[in-house]
């Protein structure tokens, strides 16, 4: 066994390994090699065979390159496609909580009781009525 190991890491010496693009190829080849195997259709079977081999080669080669500079360049774009709509979407809804939060200083939060729409309401006015702005059910809230 430790002969295998030994092996194992000199032929992984100076090269790339695996990485998230490689992850994403070979799952990508799993998924279509499902989808074919569950499709019918005789040229389809085939055509995502031969899809999801490909994925595979290209994981594969992306493993053993040596041109990590290269590797790590394909990553970081596929990163940068990937990432960059998630964390747009994160910081979206950081600031939709952070309006939220400035809102409730000076607001109160009143749902109506018809179409559970909610309606903010300026803080300290007293008892007063409100009316839903979806549906015009007026109803009565503390303020």
Known sequence: MEKFKQWLQNLMKNRYGSDELTFVLLISGIVIMILGS??????????????????????????FSTDIAKRRAENAKFQSIFKRKSDSLKQAQKEQKKLIKEKQKTHILFYCPECKASCWVPKNKGKIRITCPKCGTKFIGKT
């Open 38 to 63: 569950v499709i019918a259709i005789e040229p389809a079977v085939l055509i995502c065979s031969l899809v999801s081999i490909v994925l595979y080669c290209i994981a594969v080669y992306r493993s």
